[in-house]
């Protein structure tokens, strides 16, 4: 019997005539030239098979691997007419609703009721934003650098090949680090840095629109750096609003100076950082809400939810506004825009607590949320008035 392993098995890659042989493998004395062979199930041993895109099986391949999901749970390889046990454990995977399979005949149904055991979904990263650092460090090593712009960039595109698109980053990174051999003062490699020139093409665009924006061609901030934590679901739930209402407003200068606006929906950025939820209900609804006004409703509702649900929770409360605030700083890095923004959110949550009107939220939970201090928010609530 062989020890534990995981062997992996790419279901598109079966060739009709040999996938017998390829899922249970080859008997000895088959035939002359005929090397005998283990197939998956049994290479694993008390280890794990992992079906990899399992709706791509053609159904008579789905139709012999139920003997082996059925107790005794048994094999018969090719040439073979005794079976032989299978101890491990068998995982298949798909990128499509296993439902939806079945409902277009790509999924046998009673393949699939032997599979569902225990169901475990994956969120596609579009929905996990939160998650883009810790991937990058885990796929790097462990610890990873980025640029501001190149890191915002990532946290607005829509990743439609998911992780491996964030994997081909991490490579182009590791290869142009490793031709210019960054070392740091004790002889050892830094970890590897991505900047704006290891994005996809597309990327690139975005994160120079953003560099500008960010700067107006000022330096780009230090790189930011990363190691692999264990992701907060909490954290990561404000992690993605935030970057929601972040990535839905840019600042504009008018003959009255800066003022907020919506990112044009013709732009290039349109395609990557919306979503087709987003643009549906844009479709259906014409707008009519001061982006101004809509922005600092969105992010004091966000605060506002967060006072009220860890407001016995201290610690969690300043996490979660922390979390909110570097995303803030990400966003607009210029000292001047910060300002600006904070000085808006800080009047209208004011006035709004004034007339007892509206959505409003304590000054020291708002300006927590911006990285600063109640006297902070005040004194630019007074510059404003004057």
Not at 99 to 106: F, K
Not at 213 to 236: D, T, V, Y
Not at 271 to 293: F, Y
Request: charged content about 25%; overall charge neutral.
């Amino acid at each position: 019997m062989l020890g534990p392993r995981f062997v992996a098995l790419n279901c598109a890659a079966l060739t009709e005539t040999l996938s017998a042989s390829e899922l249970f493998g080859v008997g000895a004395d088959v035939g002359t030239g005929v090397a005998a062979r283990r197939g998956p199930f049994l290479e694993a041993g008390e280890g794990v098979v992992l079906l990899d895109e399992i709706e791509s099986m053609r159904t008579s391949d789905q139709a012999s691997l139920l003997r082996v999901l059925d107790p005794p749970h048994r094999v018969t390889p090719v040439g073979k007419t005794a079976e032989v046990p299978v101890t491990a454990m068998v995982v298949a995977c798909t990128n499509v609703e296993p439902i939806t399979l079945v409902a277009e005949n790509r999924l046998r149904p009673d393949l699939f009721a032997r599979l569902r055991v225990h169901t475990l979904v994956i969120p596609p990263l579009r929905e996990r934003r939160e998650d883009i650092p810790a991937l990058l460090a885990f796929l790097a090593g462990g610890a990873i650098q980025i640029d501001p712009s190149a890191l915002m960039a990532l946290i607005l595109h829509d990743h439609p090949l998911n992780v491996r698109g964030l994997l081909a980053v991490v490579e182009r990174a590791r290869r142009r680090h490793a031709l210019t051999g960054e070392i740091d003062t004790s002889g050892d490699l830094d970890p590897i840095r991505i900047v704006k020139d290891d994005l996809d093409h597309e990327l690139i665009d975005i994160a120079d629109d953003l560099s500008r924006e960010f700067a107006g061609h000022a330096e780009e901030p230090n790189g930011l750096e990363f190691r692999i934590e264990r992701p907060n679901p909490r954290l990561g739930h404000v992690f993605e609003q935030a970057a929601e209402i972040l990535s839905s407003y840019q600042l504009t200068t008018s003959k009255e100076g800066l003022q907020i606006t919506d990112r044009p929906r013709e732009a290039r950025f349109d395609s990557l950082w919306e979503s087709a939820k987003r643009e549906r209900s844009a479709a259906k609804a014409p707008r009519k809400v001061d982006p101004a006004e809509e922005f600092v409703d969105r992010w004091l509702v966000l605060v506002g939810d967060l006072a009220r649900s860890l407001g016995q929770q201290r610690d969690a409360l300043q996490q979660t506004l922390n979390v909110a605030a570097n995303l803030f700083a990400m966003r607009w890095t210029r000292k001047r825009d910060q300002t600006y923004v904070k000085g808006l959110l800080g009047q209208k949550n004011k006035q709004r607590r004034d007339r007892k009107s509206g959505i409003s939220v304590q000054t020291r939970h708002l300006a927590a949320s911006l990285g600063t201090n109640s006297s902070a928010i005040d004194n630019l609530i007074t510059k404003r008035k004057a």
